[in-house]
C-alpha cells in the first residue's frame, strides 16, 4: 500500500499497523524527532460527533505529563483525516517482555505497580480514563514503564457508530462495571492495572476462554491470584474488587507500592531496540469491544491479512443477497457495536461488550416491539446429531431487564463439537466446533443486534478478514443470514423479531458452507412458544 508522504509537519518513513483508530504510521518532525502518527480511518473521519469528541480529548491528553506516558506532541482534529501524533517510546510492550524474560518477582511487580500507578495519576488527573490499560499498551522504556493510547476509546465511543453506553476495552482486563456497559470511572483503570500485575506475575486474573467467559467470569467470580507473591496479594485484590467503590484510587496505591524514597533503575534493565505498542498481549484474549471491546480504543498492530481459508463444499448454496455489501479483503467494515453484543450472554444493562444502554423513562409503548411468538433452545446435539454440546463451561440462560430496544430478553451460550457417536460422521460435519451465543425476546432491530453481536465475536483491532462479511438468503425464506471469516474462525448470524444469534465455527470454511450450515442450526434452536404469559 502507497504510504503518505507527509502528515502535517511530519515525513512519514513506514506503516506501524492499524488499530480501532485507524492507521499508526513512523514519522519525523523537521528537526528530526520520531513520533507515531495515528491517523483516523474514513467512516471516523467523516463522523461530526468523532471530531467533537477527538477534539476535546486530544485537549485534555495534551495536559498530561508525568514520567509514565507517551506525551501528546501534536494533533490535527479538523484535518480530512484527523490525526494524533505522540512520542515514539523505544522498548518492547509488556507482553513482549513477559513472553522473553518470563515473569515477575515481588520487587518488580511492586516497581511496575507502582509506576502504573503513578501513570494513572496523571491522566486521571486532567480528567481522563484509559479504559484499555493492558500489557500490550505498556512498554517498558529502559526509564520505566510508559502508558500510551489514553482518552482515545472515549472519542470512539461518542461516534454515530456505537450506541449510547458502548464500552471499549480488553476482556481479561475489563472491570465488571466496563462489560455490563455502565459508567465508567476511574475506578475501572484500577481494576485493569490489578489485571496487568496478576499478568505480569505469570497469571491470568480470570482465565482462558473467549471474550465472554472472560466477562461473565469478570463480573461474577473471584479473581484467580494463585500466580501473585503473597506479599502483594491483598493490595491486587483490592483493585480488582467487583464495588468499584471498594478500590484504591491510584494516588493509593502509589503510597502502598512506592518505597519510601526513590530508588535508582533496576541494574539489569536490558536496553532494547525502538518498538511501538501491540495490542496482543499473551495473557489478554482480543478485545470485542467490546471493546469490546472493541476493541482497544487506539492501539497498534499488525495489518497484514491472512490467506483465504479454504472452502468446503455445502450441500445446499444460498444465494448472494442483492443488498449485501462486500468490504475489500483485510479491511474490516465498521458497524454498530453495541445494543446486542458477546457480554450481553452474561451480564445485565449496559451495551458494548454488555447489553443495551442503561435504562431511564420514556420507553416506547409495548406495543411498539414484536409479538412473542418463538424463543431460544439449546439442546443436547444439533444438526441431525452432528454435533453434541460439551459439558464443560456450560452457564444457565440469563435473563435481562427490558430496555429501549428489547423486552423479556433471554441470553444463551452453548458448545458443541463434532459427534462422532451421532447418527452423522466426523467426515460429514462441516466444522468442528460450533459456538453457539444467542438471544431470545422481542427486538425491535434484530439484524442491527445480529451484526453488532458478530462484530463483538470477532473484532480484535488486529484482526484479519479472509472473508469480508456477506448476506446470504435461502430460497423460500426471509432471513438473512450474514457470515464472514475472521482469524481462525467463520462467524454467521441472524435476527429476526424473536431470536438474534452469532455463531463461531472452526475450522475455517467457505461462507457458503457456515451459511447452510447455520440455517440448520436455526432450525434446531428456534421453537415456537407453546403457552403465552
Same mark, same amino acid.
Given at each position: 500500500?502507497?504510504?503518505?508522504?507527509?502528515?502535517?509537519?511530519?515525513?512519514?518513513?513506514?506503516?506501524?499497523? $492499524?488499530?480501532?483508530?485507524?492507521?499508526?504510521?513512523?514519522?519525523?518532525?523537521?528537526?528530526?524527532?520520531?513520533?507515531?502518527? #495515528?491517523? $483516523?480511518?474514513?467512516?471516523?473521519?467523516?463522523? /461530526?460527533?468523532?471530531?467533537?469528541?477527538?477534539?476535546?480529548?486530544?485537549?485534555?491528553?495534551?495536559?498530561?505529563?508525568?514520567?509514565?506516558?507517551?506525551?501528546?506532541?501534536?494533533?490535527?482534529?479538523?484535518?480530512?483525516?484527523?490525526?494524533?501524533? =505522540?512520542?515514539?517510546?523505544?522498548?518492547?510492550?509488556?507482553?513482549?517482555?513477559?513472553? $522473553?524474560?518470563?515473569?515477575?518477582?515481588?520487587?518488580?511487580?511492586?516497581?511496575?505497580?507502582?509506576?502504573?500507578?503513578?501513570?494513572? #495519576?496523571?491522566?486521571?488527573?486532567?480528567?481522563?480514563?484509559?479504559?484499555?490499560?493492558?500489557?500490550?499498551?505498556?512498554?517498558?522504556?529502559?526509564?520505566?514503564?510508559?502508558?500510551?493510547?489514553?482518552?482515545?476509546?472515549?472519542?470512539?465511543?461518542?461516534?454515530?457508530? =456505537?450506541?449510547?453506553?458502548?464500552?471499549?476495552?480488553?476482556?481479561?482486563?475489563?472491570?465488571?462495571?466496563?462489560?455490563?456497559?455502565?459508567?465508567?470511572?476511574?475506578?475501572?483503570?484500577?481494576?485493569?492495572?490489578?489485571?496487568?500485575?496478576?499478568?505480569?506475575?505469570?497469571?491470568?486474573?480470570?482465565?482462558?476462554?473467549?471474550?465472554?467467559?472472560?466477562?461473565?467470569?469478570?463480573?461474577?467470580?473471584?479473581?484467580?491470584?494463585?500466580?501473585?507473591?503473597?506479599?502483594?496479594? /491483598?493490595?491486587?485484590?483490592?483493585?480488582?474488587?467487583?464495588?468499584?467503590?471498594?478500590?484504591?484510587?491510584?494516588?493509593?496505591?502509589?503510597?502502598?507500592?512506592?518505597?519510601?524514597?526513590?530508588?535508582?533503575?533496576?541494574?539489569?534493565?536490558?536496553?532494547? /531496540?525502538?518498538?511501538?505498542?501491540?495490542?496482543?498481549?499473551?495473557?489478554?484474549?482480543?478485545?470485542?469491544?467490546?471493546?469490546?471491546?472493541?476493541?482497544?480504543?487506539?492501539?497498534?498492530?499488525?495489518?497484514?491479512?491472512?490467506?483465504?481459508?479454504?472452502?468446503?463444499?455445502?450441500?445446499?448454496?444460498?444465494?448472494?443477497?442483492?443488498?449485501? #455489501?462486500?468490504?475489500?479483503?483485510?479491511?474490516?467494515?465498521?458497524?454498530?457495536?453495541?445494543?446486542?453484543?458477546?457480554?450481553?450472554?452474561?451480564?445485565?444493562?449496559?451495551?458494548?461488550?454488555?447489553?443495551?444502554?442503561?435504562?431511564? @423513562?420514556?420507553?416506547?409503548?409495548?406495543?411498539?416491539?414484536?409479538?412473542?411468538?418463538?424463543?431460544?433452545?439449546?439442546?443436547?446435539?444439533?444438526?441431525?446429531?452432528?454435533?453434541?454440546?460439551?459439558?464443560?463451561?456450560?452457564?444457565?440462560?440469563?435473563?435481562?431487564?427490558?430496555?429501549?430496544?428489547?423486552? &423479556? @430478553?433471554?441470553?444463551?451460550?452453548?458448545?458443541?463439537?463434532?459427534?462422532?457417536?451421532?447418527? @452423522?460422521?466426523?467426515?460429514?460435519?462441516?466444522?468442528?466446533?460450533?459456538?453457539?451465543?444467542?438471544?431470545?425476546?422481542?427486538?425491535?432491530?434484530?439484524?442491527?443486534?445480529?451484526?453488532?453481536? %458478530?462484530?463483538?465475536?470477532?473484532?480484535?483491532?488486529?484482526?484479519?478478514?479472509?472473508?469480508?462479511?456477506?448476506?446470504?438468503?435461502?430460497?423460500?425464506?426471509?432471513?438473512?443470514?450474514?457470515?464472514?471469516?475472521?482469524?481462525?474462525?467463520?462467524?454467521?448470524?441472524?435476527?429476526?423479531?424473536? =431470536?438474534?444469534?452469532?455463531?463461531?465455527?472452526?475450522?475455517? &470454511?467457505?461462507?457458503?458452507?457456515?451459511?447452510?450450515?447455520?440455517?440448520? %442450526?436455526?432450525?434446531?434452536?428456534?421453537?415456537?412458544?407453546?403457552?403465552? /404469559?
Amino acid at each position: 500500500m502507497d504510504l503518505p508522504e507527509r502528515i502535517g509537519d511530519y515525513a512519514v518513513e513506514r506503516e506501524l499497523g $492499524a488499530g480501532g483508530m485507524g492507521t499508526v504510521y513512523l514519522a519525523r518532525s523537521r528537526g528530526g524527532r520520531t513520533v507515531a502518527v #495515528k491517523v $483516523a480511518r474514513p467512516e471516523l473521519a467523516a463522523d /461530526p460527533h468523532f471530531r467533537a469528541r477527538f477534539r476535546a480529548e486530544v485537549d485534555a491528553a495534551r495536559r498530561v505529563g508525568g514520567f509514565h506516558t507517551a506525551q501528546v506532541v501534536d494533533a490535527d482534529p479538523e484535518a480530512p483525516a484527523p490525526w494524533l501524533a =505522540t512520542a515514539y517510546i523505544a522498548g518492547p510492550t509488556l507482553s513482549g517482555l513477559l513472553a $522473553a524474560q518470563g515473569p515477575m518477582d515481588e520487587t518488580r511487580l511492586r516497581r511496575l505497580g507502582a509506576a502504573l500507578a503513578e501513570a494513572l #495519576k496523571a491522566i486521571h488527573g486532567c480528567g481522563l480514563i484509559h479504559r484499555d490499560l493492558k500489557p500490550g499498551n505498556i512498554i517498558m522504556a529502559d526509564d520505566g514503564p510508559r502508558v500510551l493510547d489514553f482518552g482515545i476509546a472515549r472519542a470512539l465511543e461518542s461516534t454515530r457508530l =456505537t450506541c449510547t453506553g458502548a464500552a471499549f476495552g480488553t476482556p481479561g482486563f475489563l472491570a465488571p462495571e466496563q462489560a455490563q456497559g455502565l459508567e465508567v470511572g476511574r475506578a475501572a483503570d484500577v481494576f485493569a492495572l490489578g489485571a496487568v500485575l496478576v499478568a505480569a506475575a505469570g497469571g491470568q486474573a480470570f482465565g482462558e476462554g473467549t471474550p465472554m467467559m472472560l466477562m461473565y467470569r469478570a463480573v461474577h467470580e473471584p479473581a484467580d491470584l494463585s500466580a501473585l507473591p503473597e506479599g502483594v496479594r /491483598p493490595l491486587v485484590a483490592s483493585c480488582l474488587a467487583k464495588d468499584a467503590a471498594q478500590r484504591p484510587t491510584a494516588e493509593r496505591l502509589l503510597d502502598l507500592l512506592a518505597p519510601p524514597t526513590a530508588g535508582e533503575p533496576a541494574a539489569d534493565a536490558p536496553a532494547h /531496540p525502538p518498538t511501538l505498542a501491540s495490542p496482543a498481549a499473551p495473557s489478554a484474549p482480543p478485545p470485542t469491544a467490546l471493546s469490546a471491546a472493541a476493541p482497544t480504543a487506539d492501539s497498534t498492530a499488525d495489518a497484514a491479512t491472512a490467506a483465504a481459508a479454504p472452502h468446503a463444499e455445502s450441500p445446499q448454496q444460498p444465494t448472494l443477497s442483492p443488498e449485501a #455489501k462486500t468490504a475489500p479483503p483485510g479491511k474490516r467494515p465498521t458497524r454498530r457495536i453495541a445494543t446486542l453484543v458477546a457480554g450481553a450472554l452474561f451480564v445485565l444493562g449496559g451495551a458494548g461488550y454488555g447489553i443495551y444502554a442503561s435504562g431511564g @423513562s420514556g420507553w416506547d409503548s409495548d406495543a411498539s416491539f414484536p409479538k412473542a411468538t418463538h424463543e431460544l433452545v439449546i439442546p443436547e446435539t444439533l444438526v441431525d446429531d452432528a454435533y453434541g454440546r460439551e459439558i464443560e463451561n456450560r452457564l444457565p440462560p440469563n435473563s435481562q431487564p427490558d430496555s429501549r430496544d428489547g423486552k &423479556g @430478553s433471554t441470553h444463551y451460550i452453548a458448545d458443541y463439537t463434532v459427534n462422532s457417536t451421532g447418527s @452423522s460422521s466426523e467426515n460429514e460435519a462441516a466444522f468442528r466446533t460450533v459456538h453457539v451465543y444467542g438471544s431470545s425476546g422481542r427486538y425491535k432491530d434484530p439484524e442491527g443486534d445480529r451484526d453488532s453481536l %458478530i462484530d463483538a465475536m470477532t473484532v480484535t483491532g488486529s484482526e484479519n478478514v479472509s472473508d469480508p462479511p456477506r448476506t446470504f438468503r435461502f430460497p423460500g425464506s426471509d432471513v438473512a443470514f450474514r457470515c464472514t471469516t475472521v482469524d481462525d474462525k467463520t462467524v454467521c448470524g441472524w435476527g429476526d423479531d424473536n =431470536t438474534t444469534v452469532a455463531i463461531a465455527f472452526t475450522p475455517t &470454511g467457505s461462507l457458503e458452507a457456515a451459511a447452510a450450515e447455520t440455517r440448520k %442450526i436455526r432450525d434446531d434452536i428456534r421453537k415456537p412458544i407453546t403457552q403465552q /404469559p
